[in-house]
């Protein structure tokens, strides 16, 4: 009967989920006869319902650490829902018993041995827990006979960990009187005449006497001895603790031994794992996450972010990682804030439906910023806390001037912040830039080698040169052919970032930086990054011959796909933080492979909430016909923050300059101003609405706000055709303050998609331009530099023409100037300069001279690192 309902379990969970199996694990310790016989019921029962069951045998020669690294592999594995260490472990080595059944995951302990699921029965948490297979066999056998053991006389003979001792907690709190015999009691034969229903556990044949029994009790025989019958072939036969023949004349239910109790117990087993792998299930299917959120208590008056973000309670890392289904293997904590998640959960999400992917990204910012961050973090916040909804935030790292605090520190603020704020304002140049450094300079150095002449070649090029078929060693027996073949080092010194100095080639590194960064952004695998890194263009040479760093160096050999594994941060909300492509040469979002690993994880009715770094008109365009090209991603809605602050200053506002006090006209109601600056809002819906997305537009709610200056950002909104137009206050309110967005956010993203990007790849490069400069900077033309002329038909003469383009201009107003505000038109757009960056597959093309090298390399990590330092400081004391 039990056997057939779990047939029947098996086989659902198959049909919801084809190709899943509940899996088993038994793992034996050297050959014992018994042990063999008793696991092959096991794997018998186990093919016959449905279940993977798997047999690992160690040698008698195993160790304790073998079994222990054995017992870890098999916790890890998410295919196993059962493991089963067979006891005893037959080794010739000490191996301590307790340890390893404790080592068994308690997830996993189908058998219930370990001590916190017998510490878990003890107290009477039976759901919660695994029952150990022969009491829970018991109980059913006794369950079939009909007999209620509620209020029943019970003795239980035996103490052992595996019968007698969690037989007596399984009837104590079946309300059963229990009474627990063993060797030591007194009088035996008067315990057991009192009792209605004997287990019997003591692992002695016959120990107890037909006359013993109270008459009609129920009789369970759970023991398994061999005694002398030279009748039989071997000479021996199976008998229990219970003399069966004498016990059943006075027995109103008895079993029989073999075929009573060791059946059931197999059958228990077998429940016990189909049980885990529902748990399993539950816990990793699409649907629900059971995050702990905590809740906000914003306190008035509000303190400042870092107080904030050091107050918070903070729950360990590896909690977040099990309530949004990320399994132990596929993350690698650090610390308890923080944890890198491994790509490889994508494959295991394959199947699984993305979620709703929401970009937020805003009007033309004040030099204040206007809080896209904080809008970001905070709409998450409201969609999981307090609409129930699987939410995931995918933000990149924190920027050069964010790091200054001159635009907040990018990471959200107020009560709406990543928590570790302290940990992650800070900039942090990785060291793979370092290896890849070294890699680069390794075949340099063999350039000045041949050029001294030097009769000596590394080892290793050795090979390089054998795979190029040439069958030389002697570096002064090269042709020249031979060696541009090899190193292809006869570099232009006026192309590119490259220059020559006394024989020796110089990279501009920090140049190469920049576009590892967007490669590492846009790659969805390690082989998508280890392709676009041999794809590196780091000079041309003489002969128009593209150099890169896959005829430098084996792409192989540089230790950056670690790199690739997000961070994840935030207790309650869970943030993606990854990466930080420079906004000078690339698109400035965080990497395509957090978002998807993001969009698996919330489930086809989560939502994933990602950024632009800058306004709609500077960034949201790169966002959608980079990002979401080189990802295969289809947004669902844009967000699109404003602030009466910002919209007063394109309205012809006094200018607003970071560290001075805002002139009077940004704290004082002014309708007049704010009105004509709403033309730039209504611009920016304008560019936002041109992919075919519904656009919210969030107002970010300053306390110098008027009720009347708020009413009319939003009447405009709507007016310019928005889906709907919403205050948020989550700066000082938390998730609560976004709720009305995270509403209108939800509704949004119901209607049917119709995105679609600005252009094609197979346009010509200059029609792509024209494409994108038209319609959404607004010029009336483009105009190209001799140089940028010349460097364009270059790039195009050499194959990259398909390139998506990602024109740099300034974040500061709608156009070219950033001194003129609202909407621009009738203006020419100058392209001075074009770059290729061919591993990130980006045609980029430059309109003003960015501000962003001003800050850069050691300078400014020493800066910002002393400045983080003093502000925590500061704020602390």
């Known amino acids: 009967m039990v056997r057939e309902h779990l047939k029947k379990d098996v086989a659902e969970m198959k049909s919801h989920l084809p190709g899943f199996r509940p899996g088993l694990v038994v793992l034996q310790v050297g050959d014992r006869e018994d042990s063999n016989l008793y696991i092959s019921m096991k794997l018998k029962a186990a093919a016959d319902i449905g279940i993977d069951a798997n047999h690992i045998r160690l040698p008698k020669t195993a160790t304790e650490d073998e079994v222990l690294w054995n017992i870890e592999a098999v916790n890890d594995n998410p295919a196993v829902h059962g493991l089963i260490v067979q006891l005893p472990l037959d080794s010739i080595n000490q191996i301590d018993t307790e340890k390893v059944t404790n080592a068994v995951s308690p997830d996993k302990d189908v058998d219930g041995l370990s001590s916190i699921n017998a510490g878990k029965l003890a107290r009477g948490d039976l759901r919660s827990c695994f029952i150990p297979c022969t009491p829970n066999g018991c109980m059913e056998l006794i369950k079939q006979t009909g007999v209620s053991v509620s209020g029943k006389n019970v003795v239980v003979i035996g103490r052992s960990k595996i019968v007698g001792a969690p037989m007596h907690d399984l009837l104590l709190w079946n309300h059963a009187t229990v009474t627990s015999c063993h060797s030591k009691t007194l009088d035996l034969a008067a315990q057991v005449g009192r009792a209605d229903i004997l287990v019997v556990g003591a692992g002695k044949a016959e120990l107890v006497k037909g006359e013993w029994v109270k008459k009609g009790a129920v009789v369970i025989d759970c023991g398994i001895n061999h005694i002398p019958d030279s009748s039989k072939p071997a000479g021996k036969r199976v008998v229990g603790d219970v003399h069966y023949l004498s016990a059943k004349e006075r027995a109103g239910y008895i079993t029989p031994v073999p075929g009573g109790v060791g059946p059931m117990t197999v059958v228990m087993l077998m429940e016990n794992t189909v049980k885990s792998a529902k748990r399993f299930l539950q816990m990793y299917k699409p649907g629900k996450w059971n995050i702990s959120y905590r809740k906000l208590k914003p306190l008035k008056p509000q303190p400042s972010d870092v107080q904030i973000s050091c107050s918070y309670p903070r729950n360990p890392i590896g909690q977040l990682a099990k309530e949004v289904g990320l399994l132990s293997k596929e993350v690698e904590p650090y610390g308890r804030t923080r944890l890198k998640v491994r790509v490889e959960v994508l494959k295991r999400l394959d199947k699984q439906p993305n979620g709703k992917y929401v970009l937020v990204t805003g009007i033309t910012p004040t030099p204040l910023g206007e809080g896209q961050s904080t809008i970001t973090l905070g709409l998450a916040q409201a969609l999981g806390a307090h609409l129930n909804i699987n939410a995931f935030a995918s933000i990149q790292q924190p920027s050069p001037l964010s790091s200054f605090g001159i635009k ?444 962003f090298h001003l800050l850069h390399g050691l300078f400014y990590l020493i800066i910002s690192k002393i400045y983080f330092e003093w502000k925590l400081r500061t704020n602390l004391n």
């Open 408 to 851: 907040g520190c990018a990471v959200g603020g107020g009560y709406s912040q990543i928590i570790p704020m302290e940990e992650l304002a800070e900039f942090k140049i990785t060291k793979t830039f370092l290896k890849m450094q070294h890699y680069l300079k390794i075949p340099l150095k063999i350039y000045v080698y041949l050029k001294c002449h030097v009769r000596k070649v590394m080892g290793g090029f050795i090979t390089c040169l054998q795979k190029l078929g040439i069958e030389k060693s002697d570096p002064l027996t090269l042709t020249e052919q031979e060696i541009r073949r090899f190193i292809r080092l006869d570099i232009n010194p006026d192309a590119r970032t490259v220059c020559i100095s006394t024989k020796v080639i110089i990279v501009d590194f920090a140049s190469l930086k920049n576009e590892i960064m967007a490669i590492l952004s846009l790659s969805s695998s390690a082989e998508d990054l280890q392709n676009r890194l041999a794809k590196v263009v780091v000079a041309i040479s003489r002969y128009e011959e593209l150099i890169t760093t896959e005829d430098l160096v084996s792409v192989c050999d540089v230790k950056m796909f670690v790199c690739l594994k997000p961070n994840v941060c935030l207790y309650g909300t869970p943030v993606f933080v990854h990466t930080s492509p420079s906004a000078d040469i690339a698109y400035g979002n965080a990497s395509v492979v957090a978002d998807k690993i993001a969009l698996k994880l919330v489930g086809p009715q989560g939502f994933v909430v990602t950024e632009t770094l800058h306004s709609a008109d500077a960034d949201m365009e790169k966002f959608f016909n980079i990002k979401c090209r080189s990802s295969g991603l289809q947004p669902d809605v844009v967000v699109l923050v404003a602030t009466v602050r910002a919209l007063k200053m394109h309205g012809g506002g006094p200018g607003i300059t970071a560290g001075f006090p805002l002139p009077k006209q940004y704290s004082e109601e002014n309708l007049k101003l704010l009105e004509k600056g709403c033309a730039h809002l209504k611009g920016q819906v304008e560019k936002a609405r041109t992919y075919g997305l519904p656009v919210v537009v969030a107002v970010n709610t300053f306390s110098s706000d008027t009720k009347a200056e708020l009413e009319l950002v939003c009447s405009q909104a709507r007016q310019a055709g928005v889906f709907d137009a919403v205050l948020c206050t989550n700066w000082s309110d938390g998730g609560a303050g976004a709720l009305a967005l995270a509403q209108a956010v939800q509704k949004a993203a119901e209607l049917p998609s119709q995105f679609h990007y600005l252009y094609e790849l197979e346009l010509p490069v200059i029609k792509k331009i024209q494409k994108v400069a038209q319609n959404i900077y607004g010029v009336k033309d483009v105009e190209l530099s001799p140089k940028a002329k010349e460097k364009l038909a270059f790039y195009m003469k050499q194959g990259f023409g398909n390139f998506p383009v990602c024109i740099m201009k300034t974040q500061s107003s709608l156009g070219n100037d950033p001194e003129k505000k609202i909407v621009p038109t009738d203006f020419t757009l100058p392209i001075i300069d074009v770059q290729v960056f061919v591993g990130a597959g980006i045609l980029s093309l430059l309109t003003v001279t960015v501000s």
